[in-house]
C-alpha cells in the first residue's frame, strides 16, 4: 500500500457546506467566467458518497497503481505531439483535434485550479489525487460523451460525470446551470431533458476516471464508447434543434440572453 494516506488527518470531516457552495454559486452568477468558484462548490459539496467511490478505487489494485503513483495526466494529455502520431479515429487523436481547435489544454484547467488551493484546501492525500483525476480528464469527458463547449455540453458533462461520482457540488452545478439556461436563455428547448439524460448516461456506463487513460488514449473511439457503455445523447442533440429553430445558436447563449 501506498504511504500516502487516502484521507490527510487534517482534511475537515465534514466536506457538506450548502451555504459555503450557495454563496460561490452566486459569485459564479455573477461572473460566470470566474471558474474558481467552481471549485468551491464542488469542495462544499463532496459529502459522504464521493468520498465512498474514491475511496472504494483508491483502495483498489488498479486504484492503487493508478493514483499511487507520480504519474502526470495532465503531462499525457498535454503532450499533442505524441498524441498526433496515433491512428485517425482514436480517442487521443480526437482529443487533441478537439483541444487545439478550442484553445484547451489540461494545464489551463491546473491553473484555475490553482487559484483555487491557493486557499490551503489541498492536502496531497488520496482523495486529491483522485480529484485531480477527474479535474485532468474533464475535456476528454467531453470527446467520449459527444457533448460539445457550450453552455448545454458542458452541463450535461457534468450531469453524466455526477452519476459517476456522485460530488453533490457538481450536480448542483449542472441542474442550476441547466435551470438558468431553460429560465433564461431557451425556455421553449428540453434543456433539463438533456441534463437528465448527461446522468442517466453517466450513470450506465463505466467510470471514465478509473480507465487507464494512456490505453484508452490509443483506442478507437467508437470502440471505446461502445465498452464503456456510452450512450448517444439523443436529447441534446434535440435541444440543439429546438434552439436553432428558435433562432437561437447553442455555442452562442451569451448573444441569446443579452
Not at 448545454?152 to 457538481?170: I, K
Not at 490505453?215 to 435541444?239: F, H, Q, S, T, W
Amino acid at each position: 500500500m501506498s504511504v500516502i494516506p487516502f484521507h490527510h488527518p487534517e482534511r475537515p470531516g465534514s466536506e457538506f457546506r450548502p451555504f459555503k457552495a450557495w454563496r460561490h454559486f452566486q459569485n459564479l452568477m455573477a461572473d460566470k467566467e470566474d471558474t474558481e468558484q467552481v471549485f468551491h462548490i464542488i469542495a462544499a459539496l463532496r459529502g459522504r458518497k464521493f468520498r465512498e467511490v474514491a475511496g472504494n478505487f483508491w483502495h483498489s489494485e488498479k486504484g492503487q497503481r493508478l493514483l499511487a503513483s507520480n504519474e502526470r495526466l495532465i503531462d499525457i494529455l498535454d503532450d499533442h505531439d505524441t498524441l498526433k502520431k496515433l491512428p485517425a479515429g482514436t480517442v487521443g487523436r480526437a482529443y487533441v483535434d478537439f483541444m487545439e481547435r478550442e484553445g484547451l489544454s489540461a494545464a489551463g484547467l491546473e491553473a484555475e485550479y490553482g487559484k483555487f488551493t491557493q486557499a490551503g484546501t489541498r492536502f496531497e492525500d488520496g482523495i486529491d489525487r483522485y480529484g485531480d483525476r477527474l479535474r485532468d480528464t474533464h475535456d476528454l469527458h467531453h470527446i467520449l460523451t459527444g457533448y460539445g463547449r457550450d453552455a448545454l455540453g458542458e452541463q450535461c458533462v457534468l450531469a453524466f460525470t455526477y452519476a459517476q461520482h456522485r460530488n453533490l457540488g457538481v450536480g448542483f452545478i449542472a441542474y442550476a446551470g441547466g435551470f438558468e439556461l431553460k429560465r433564461r436563455v431557451a425556455p421553449s428547448a428540453p434543456i433539463m431533458a438533456a441534463v437528465r439524460e448527461g446522468h442517466r448516461i453517466g450513470k450506465a456506463a463505466k467510470n471514465l476516471v478509473h480507465e487507464d487513460i494512456i490505453a484508452l488514449l490509443k483506442e478507437p473511439l467508437a470502440d471505446a464508447r461502445k465498452r464503456l457503455g456510452i450512450a448517444e445523447p439523443v436529447a441534446y442533440k434535440a435541444a440543439h434543434e429546438a434552439m436553432r429553430s428558435g433562432g437561437i445558436d447553442p455555442y452562442n447563449l451569451l448573444a441569446a440572453a443579452a
